[in-house]
Nanobody
Framework: QAQLVESGGGLVQPGGSLRLSCAAS????????MGWYRQAPGKQRELVAG???????NYAHSVKGRFTISRDNAKNTVYLQMNSLKPEDTAVYYC????????????WGQGTQVTVSL
């Protein structure tokens, strides 16, 4: 079992920046992939950014060029740097970790609210 704890959310004006952190209770190097998802009111949860054990990244089209996912294995932490934030980025952001061992094991954090508004 692993626990994921997000932090760094808050209220920011359009055009501003935030950095989300996801601290894991286990060594993140064991996870095949880690990522950030978000869910806005009335919408389905969607993948924002992902990073593999090897460091490959992928992004949702809507955030490409504005968001950057990174990982620090020594700190067992994954980050999401969010720049040029827009009101449509408002959502609860969830950290995710996937582990493949005879089947998929998924771990989720409790979520952190990001609100982009004047």
């Amino acid at each position: 079992q692993a626990q994921l704890v997000e932090s760094g959310g808050g209220l920011v004006q359009p055009g501003g920046s935030l950095r989300l952190s996801c601290a894991a209770s286990a060594r993140i190097s064991v996870f095949n992939t880690m990522g950030w998802y978000r869910q806005a009111p009335g919408k389905q949860r969607e993948l924002v950014a992902g990073i593999t054990k090897g460091g490959s990244t992928n992004y949702a089209h809507s955030v490409k060029g504005r968001f950057t996912i990174s990982r620090d294995n020594a700190k067992n932490t994954v980050y999401l740097q969010m720049n040029s934030l827009k009101p449509e980025d408002t959502a609860v952001y969830y950290c995710n970790a996937d582990f493949y061992a005879g089947g998929l094991q998924r771990y989720w954090g409790q979520g952190t609210q990001v609100t982009v508004s004047l």
